[in-house]
Structure formats: structure tokens, C-alpha cells
T-cell receptor, first 121, second 109 residues
């Protein structure tokens, strides 16, 4: 059974840093595209970043490019999102999501429960 | 940049009624990568429909998706109490790689 469990969220001051983690089970993170999606309080969903299983590497939303870094630990089967130079507008719930592809389609097939990040002084 | 516009913003209906939600893309997109999610308060989104018209595992057949090009829709044939939630459409492809619509809130009338 696929499970995604995020952790590491919390309260951080503007300009600060935080690393959130996503422990995966039931599959191997290095073999799949993994994403982070966030949701500001009372707002919609916003894609943040992706790490691929192939040479296409990583990609980021313009709003976080140069400040956030997605990575994974293959041995521990964990996905990370390192967030630097945090701003108030980065506040929200951060979801770890598994991208599923088959029969010529792709979608976010499995979501974690999310970890909340608050950027405030 | 592909922009997804969902309408209406809020839909007020009664259990048993039919709901039709719209997702319009700013340019023609492949339905292979058009997906619908349901989100209830305090929960993560749940996959409903992928490839524009394929129901995900465990999704009741009262949910159906359709459309092509720039116009896509999600239909719930007979609303059950547990269907009242927020629905998002999402597309993969282009730049940014992933885009979401702003969501449609389906509320009990």
C-alpha cells in the first residue's frame, strides 16, 4: 500500500529556512516522479516542484525558483523540500504527491496528509 | 502559460440533483493530462477523474468527466451528501509544468 507521510513543518521567521520531509512506503521514490504541492490558508492548490526518476531532473514554480530545493534520499526512501529565504506568502500546507503514469495519462495518484508551514515574525 | 478557469466559483445544489462543473483552458490542451480532484475541509485532495474521462479506483459511477480541446467538465449525476466539497481541475504540460484551476465549491442548497 502506498503511503506518504510528511513532517518537518512549523513556524519560521521571514528570511528563515526549513526542510520538510516525506517518508514514502509501498513504492520506491527513485523510480517515480515526485512533487510538492502547497495550499495557502483558504486558497487553492499551487504546484511547487518536481523531481523526476530520469535525466529530466528537477523543476520549480517561478514563485520558489532559487529559494527552494527538492531532493530525495534513495536509501531512506524519503523526499525533501528545503525552503530558504522564506516569505509570508510561502505560508500553507505542503503536500507530497506521487505522480502516476499509465496508458498515456498522468496524474497525482497519491497524496500525503500535508505538513503546515507558517512564515511569520 | 496555460491557465485553467473553473466555473462556477460556487455551485449551490440539493442532494439528488445533477451537478456540472466546468474547466476551461486558455489554449487547447491534451485531455490525456486533464485531471479532476475532490477536496474536503481538512483533508488532502483525492483523485477523481484522470485522462479527462477515466474514473480513478473506487470512485462511484455517478462521477463522470468529459471534454476536449479547451473545454472540460465534471458531472455528478445525483448528488450524495458526501459529494459537497471543493473540486479542482489540473493539467500537466507546458510551463509551468503543472497548473490547477482555482476550484469550484459545491455547497448544499
Amino acid at each position: 500500500e502506498v503511503q506518504l507521510v510528511e513532517s518537518g513543518g512549523g513556524i519560521v521567521q521571514p528570511g528563515g529556512s526549513l526542510r520538510v520531509s516525506c517518508a514514502a512506503s509501498g513504492f520506491t521514490v527513485s523510480r517515480y516522479w515526485m512533487h510538492w504541492v502547497r495550499q495557502a490558508p483558504g486558497q487553492g492548490l499551487e504546484w511547487v516542484s518536481r523531481i523526476s526518476s530520469d535525466v529530466r531532473g528537477t523543476t520549480y514554480a517561478d514563485s520558489v525558483k532559487g529559494r527552494f530545493t527538492i531532493s530525495r534520499d534513495n536509501g531512506k526512501n524519503i523526499l525533501y523540500l528545503r525552503m530558504d529565504s522564506l516569505r509570508a506568502e510561502d505560508t500553507g500546507v505542503y503536500y507530497c504527491v506521487l505522480w502516476v503514469t499509465d496508458f498515456g495519462t498522468g496524474r497525482f495518484g497519491y497524496w500525503g496528509q500535508g505538513t503546515p508551514v507558517t512564515v511569520s515574525s | 502559460e496555460i491557465v485553467l478557469s473553473q466555473s462556477p466559483g460556487t455551485l449551490s445544489l440539493s442532494p439528488g440533483e445533477r451537478a456540472t462543473l466546468s474547466c476551461r483552458a486558455s489554449q487547447s490542451i491534451s485531455g490525456s493530462y486533464l485531471t479532476w480532484y475532490q477536496q474536503k475541509p481538512g483533508q488532502a485532495p483525492r483523485l477523481l477523474i484522470y485522462g479527462a474521462s477515466n474514473r480513478a479506483t473506487g470512485i462511484p459511477d455517478r462521477f463522470s468527466g468529459g471534454g476536449s480541446g479547451t473545454d472540460f467538465s465534471l458531472t455528478i449525476s445525483r448528488l450524495e451528501p458526501e459529494d459537497f466539497a471543493v473540486y479542482y481541475c489540473q493539467h500537466y504540460g507546458g510551463s509551468p509544468e503543472i497548473t490547477f484551476g482555482q476550484g469550484t465549491r459545491l455547497e448544499i442548497k
